[in-house]
Each structure stands twice: as structure tokens, then as C-alpha cells.
């Protein structure tokens, strides 16, 4: 019976035995000592020898229905769980698709000869038994566990996406929690621990986290200074250690005490200069003061993204009329200053800066992301599918984008980049921006946004890690790593990168 046990629950017979020569077991040996539970699936597998088992003692005692998460923690926020008392799904995608996922019981109405008799006269109706329907999602099962190994230890999120069509490849947040909890029943004591966590476990970081970007946001601003603001990519911009604005004694301080210099636009992006982007942020406000905040909402931010069966924040977009309804305060140019380097009032999900990066991959195509990918009934019948859908074009042309796109590769291979030393020898080309956001309190978010491969862009990549400080140094490591992860599995993404060696684009 050991034997048998061991092969079929894949644990040593030493911890098996364990289980059941405990005292109580010794002096009570007819009593059922529970070792394992095992899904229909694996019970169908062995029937037949484990009922040969049964005079050396196995017993086996059906239990009813219980949902069993194999993967434990792997995307439980995203997953969500059920409920213990009625097997419904309570949050995530399991309450999203629950009428698809439950079924349906069968049931018979008969007359019968006597009360409890198995002699039926007539059979009035029946009904057959519905199966759950199969739900088939978009993640990357592999990416998605690296995401999460990535984030064992901190309080943040990554999200990734194919360009092309929207599909979530990895939605992580951290920390998690085990969804089989639920099933089982928590003590009040693990339920209570769970729900007053500081850190919000049972919360999506990825989708209802609201975060200030910090310079994540220049891209944005970057790309409204093109359109809008009349620069180019080669116009200069003086980058001073400490900049006041016209008419202010407000020392504004850039991130490196030294300044930059004056350099261009293109540099401002690579070097992530903060005084030339207070500069931008201003005269875009002079230009109209509605213009980036208009210009933000067209690339995504302010509004979710529509992602079917998760919850998601709206973020927060300020312009005049929201500081005068919400705030109490008329608008000041120091608001677009701040906006400029994704400060102030400011705030994204990580899932949002994710749409903007694939949008920017493909050729300006916003596509709504989504997770389900289509819903099959027991017999392998197609109920739905979940096609791409188009939402917007980025408000920039293609030249422009060409410009961001440059300068965002400039950030992991050009000498002055933010990210340059962490993507030292990568093997596949990355447009990439690192972000240090300030808080009200505890040290800076950490954010790094990608695209890769930067010539043709299969993933869009986001990495956020709350309070963790400096962007290029503690989200742009994990970045490379779930880039090489994914770039190097065995599937049609893994050949990217030609024979020759990466293909990188002119930086001018």
C-alpha cells in the first residue's frame, strides 16, 4: 500500500507513514486517518489498483465537489477563489465566469411505486447533467511564475503584454495568497491576517494599485512636446542641477546633483533629466493649460482599459477643472511642472503604463487588453471567443513615435542611459524607461517600463516595486531577467534575436 501511495501521490513513504502512525491513529486502527486529497481526475487515473489496495487497509471516501488550485499562489488575485459553503466563484475571473464555470445539475421528476423506491411508473421530465464550461486564458504559464519569484520578498506588481493584440502574457502582484484557503475554510485568525494585511494581499497591485509613475511619465510628456509643444528631438534643453521657474523662488532639484548640461530632447529622455522636463511641462502649460492632461488621457491614462473580468482603477488625470472640483484650488502652472515628471497628482496602474508601452510597439494601435482568450463547453465546443479590439491611436504620429522609440533604446545602450548597466550585454535590443516616483511617505516606487525586441516588439513589459527606491536599480534588474526568461523559451518568440546578433537602431 505504501508503495502504491508513494508512485501515486509522488510524496517518500516515510512521510506517508507518518501521517497515520500517530497516537491517536495506533489506538484506534478501524478509524479513517486522512493522508491526501486528490482531484476526480487523478482519482479516475489509478481506480482500479487502488481498490485492489483496499485489503491492506486503503480507504477512499468521496468528498463532493472542491475547486483545487494545482498552482497554489500562481496569478491567485488574477484567478481569484470560491466560496467554501456553495462552490461560487467570490472574486477574480472564478466570480467573472462563474455561470460559465459552474454547471448545471441533472434531475429527474418520476412516479414512482412507494416512497424511496427505485421502481419508477412513469418518468415525467428530465434533465441532463451540464458540465462547466473550460475557460482558456492568454497567460504565459512560465513568465508568470518567474514574475512572481521575481516578486517574492516585496509589495508591487508586473504586468506584460503582446503588442500586437492586447493579451495579457503575465499579470502578477505581490504578495499573494494561496486561493485553497477558501476552499478548505481559513481560521479567522489566517481570514483576519489576509484582509488587514497593510499590504493588501487580496488586492490586484497591477490593476487597482494607483501609483505616480514618476519618470515613466516623460514618455508622455515627451511625445506631447513633439506633437504639440514644437520641439524636436535635437532641440536643446538646459539641464541644470536645481531649476526655478520664471517669477518663483521654488528650487526645483534635478535627480543628479551635478545637472546634465544642455542637451537635447532625445538625451533628456535617455538621462531622464528632470529640470529640462519642468521646462517642457511649462511650456506646454503656457501653450494651454489643458493641453497635457488632454494629451495623457489620449494615451490611455485616466480611465481604465476595459480589461473584461478584473477590477480595475481609473487612475487620476489632474487638470484646471479637477483641482478646482476635487481639490478646492485653481490650477497653477507648478501642477503641469509637476505632471511633466509623472508627480503631483498623478496616478497610473501598472496595467495602464502596460497598454501605453503596447501601443507604442505597435505602430500607435491601442488594443484593449485581454485575459480570456475563449470559453469551451465539456464536449471541446466553442461558447465564446475574445477577439482583439481596437480601441484608439496613440495621438502621435509615426515619426514621433520613432523618436521616443530611439530614445528610449538610448536608456539601455547609449553611455549616459539610466538603464545601460543593467542591459550591458543583453542579448536582444530594449526600449526601455526607468522611473523613481516620490511618495508622501517611505522611500520611492520603482518602475521600469520595456519593449522588446525594440525593432519589432513581442512584449510589453512594466515592472513596479512599491517603496523599493531607484528604478534602474532595483526594477530594471528584474526586467532583464523576465525578459530573458521569455525570450528564451521554447516557443516562436525565442528566435528574435538573428543569427548575427541583435539588430539595434541607429541612435542618432
Not at 507604442?360 to 484593449?368: A, T
Request: proline share 8%.
Amino acid at each position: 500500500m505504501l508503495a502504491f501511495l508513494s508512485g501515486w501521490l509522488h510524496k517518500p513513504t516515510a512521510q506517508i507513514r507518518a501521517l497515520y502512525h500517530v497516537p491517536w491513529a495506533v489506538r484506534n486502527p478501524t478509524d479513517f486517518v486522512p493522508i491526501a486529497t486528490v482531484t476526480s481526475v487523478q482519482w479516475d487515473a489509478v481506480q482500479q489498483r487502488a481498490l485492489q489496495q483496499e485489503n491492506n487497509g486503503l480507504d477512499v471516501v468521496p468528498g463532493g465537489w472542491r475547486r483545487v488550485y494545482p498552482q497554489r499562489t500562481l496569478a491567485a488575485t488574477l484567478l481569484g477563489y470560491v466560496n467554501a459553503a456553495d462552490g461560487h466563484g467570490a472574486t477574480g475571473l472564478e466570480q467573472w465566469a462563474d455561470g460559465y464555470l459552474t454547471g448545471r445539475d441533472g434531475a429527474r421528476l418520476a412516479i414512482v411505486t412507494a416512497p424511496d423506491s427505485q421502481y419508477t411508473i412513469a418518468t415525467i421530465k428530465e434533465r441532463a447533467v451540464q458540465n462547466g464550461a473550460t475557460i482558456r486564458l492568454t497567460l504565459d504559464a512560465t513568465l508568470q511564475a518567474a514574475a512572481e519569484k521575481a516578486l517574492a520578498g516585496k509589495v508591487g506588481a508586473v504586468v506584460a503584454l503582446r503588442p500586437s493584440n492586447g493579451a495579457v502574457l503575465a499579470m502578477a502582484s505581490a504578495p499573494g495568497y494561496d486561493p485553497n484557503g477558501f476552499v478548505t475554510g481559513l481560521t479567522p485568525a489566517q481570514y483576519h491576517a489576509l484582509v488587514a494585511s497593510p499590504h493588501a494581499p487580496l488586492i490586484s497591485h497591477a490593476t487597482m494599485g494607483q501609483y505616480p509613475p514618476g519618470s515613466i511619465f516623460k514618455i508622455v510628456a515627451m511625445g506631447a512636446a513633439l506633437e504639440q509643444g514644437g520641439y524636436t528631438a535635437t532641440t536643446r534643453i538646459a539641464g541644470p542641477p536645481v531649476w526655478y521657474a520664471p517669477g518663483s523662488n521654488l528650487a526645483m532639484h534635478d535627480w543628479n546633483p551635478a545637472g546634465h548640461g544642455v542637451i537635447s530632447l532625445h538625451e533628456a529622455l535617455v538621462q531622464s533629466c528632470d529640470t529640462c522636463f519642468y521646462q517642457l511641462g511649462l511650456h506646454l502649460d503656457q501653450v494651454n493649460h489643458d493641453l497635457l492632461p488632454d494629451y495623457a488621457r489620449g494615451w490611455g491614462f485616466g480611465a481604465s482599459t476595459g480589461l473584461v473580468g478584473v477590477n480595475e482603477a481609473a487612475g487620476v488625470i489632474p487638470d484646471p477643472h479637477w483641482t478646482l472640483t476635487t481639490l478646492g484650488r485653481p490650477w497653477v502652472p507648478g501642477n503641469a511642472v509637476n505632471m511633466a515628471i509623472g508627480q503631483g497628482y498623478v496616478e497610473v496602474t501598472p496595467l495602464q503604463v502596460a497598454q501605453m508601452l503596447a501601443a507604442l510597439g505597435d505602430n500607435g494601435v491601442m488594443h484593449r487588453p485581454y485575459v480570456v482568450q475563449r470559453i469551451t463547453t465539456a464536449n471541446g465546443a466553442v461558447l465564446h471567443t475574445f477577439p482583439p479590439i481596437v480601441t484608439r491611436r496613440l495621438p502621435v504620429s509615426s515619426a514621433h513615435r520613432m523618436d521616443i522609440l530611439q530614445a528610449m533604446l538610448g536608456v539601455t545602450t547609449e553611455a549616459q542611459g539610466t538603464a545601460a548597466d543593467t542591459f550591458a550585454g543583453f542579448h536582444w535590443p530594449v526600449a526601455g524607461k526607468t522611473g523613481t516616483a516620490q511618495t508622501d511617505s517611505g522611500g520611492p516606487h520603482a518602475w521600469f517600463a520595456a519593449l522588446a525586441p525594440a525593432d519589432h516588439p513581442r512584449i510589453a513589459l512594466v515592472v513596479l516595486v512599491e517603496h523599493g527606491g531607484e528604478g534602474a536599480r532595483v526594477a530594471a534588474p528584474i526586467a532583464r531577467r523576465l525578459l530573458q526568461t521569455f525570450f528564451t523559451q521554447d516557443h516562436d518568440l525565442a528566435g528574435t534575436a538573428p543569427p548575427g546578433g541583435p539588430t539595434v537602431l541607429p541612435v542618432p
